[in-house]
């Protein structure tokens, strides 16, 4: 008999107290697909350097390490310890870090010529409403945390008290981002793995500028073209992802894409399609790493 793969999903804390959370899918699809998957929590793991570089969990040494790790949270330092003994972690720490940072984001996509909201970034937020105003050619326009999720951090600015206000709201570094009207209260987003665009819906909000379903946004399923498919995949491989959302506004002029998460989840797109999205995961980690 064949001897079944084994992998860790690695998810945050506080993922743990969540009714929602996949744990029980992931397992099942995990089955189908000849694997042993162990959840596990990024705090209860420790790296240590006492004259060589140790691993534990739950305070016991890792001695049995697993043929992947699914990396559900942006620990980049477990990542890297992970790649260093050699693990396949999906998706790597680098990939991670430029994806959640979103001036690398837009920096990258430019460089492959994929259509982004223009997007302006100063250090030490040393923002002057006029000016991005000028640079950006609108008088409303979007102030976003750098390092943000899930939509937090995110405000639309319509003068420099708002500005002054959305600055000092943001704990950290912030960029400027065009506000694209067409696209308010509604984006598309697309699953990606490996090379093939596996989900799409419209996600849209009535109450706010942002359609995040954290945010009690609502979601339709939405027709996955070959325009939008090969946008997403090739904004995913920008970035160096392996499993991507990737969040695309609709404008009078065609597609352009605003964000790319290295840790979407599927939610979303299960209350309204059939897609399996774990499914499709570990189908691409077979093929990619455990044949």
Known sequence: MKRKNKGWIVYPASTLAQTDNAFEWFIEEGDRANIDIEIRCMEDFAISCEGRIRLSYRDLPSEEFPDFVLMRGYDTQLSEHLERVGIPVINTAKSMRLSKDKMSTHRLLTDAGIPTPKTLYRPGNRYDYRQVCTVLGG?????????????????????????????????TSVICQEFIAESSGRDIRIWVTGDQAVGCVMRCSENSFRSNHSLGGNAVPYRLTAELAEMAIRSSHAVGLELAGVDILLSG?????????????????????????????????????LQ
């Open 139 to 171: 008088d409303a326009f979007i102030v976003k945390q750098i390092d943000g999720t899930q939509g937090m951090h995110v405000y639309l600015v319509h003068d420099a008290r708002e500005l002054e206000n959305a600055l000092a709201a943001c704990p």
């Open 253 to 289: 002029t065609g597609y352009s894409v605003c964000e790319i998460n290295g840790n979407a989840g599927f939610r979303t797109i299960s209350a309204v399609t059939d897609a399996n999205i774990p499914r499709r995961i570990f189908e691409y980690i077979v093929s990619r790493y």
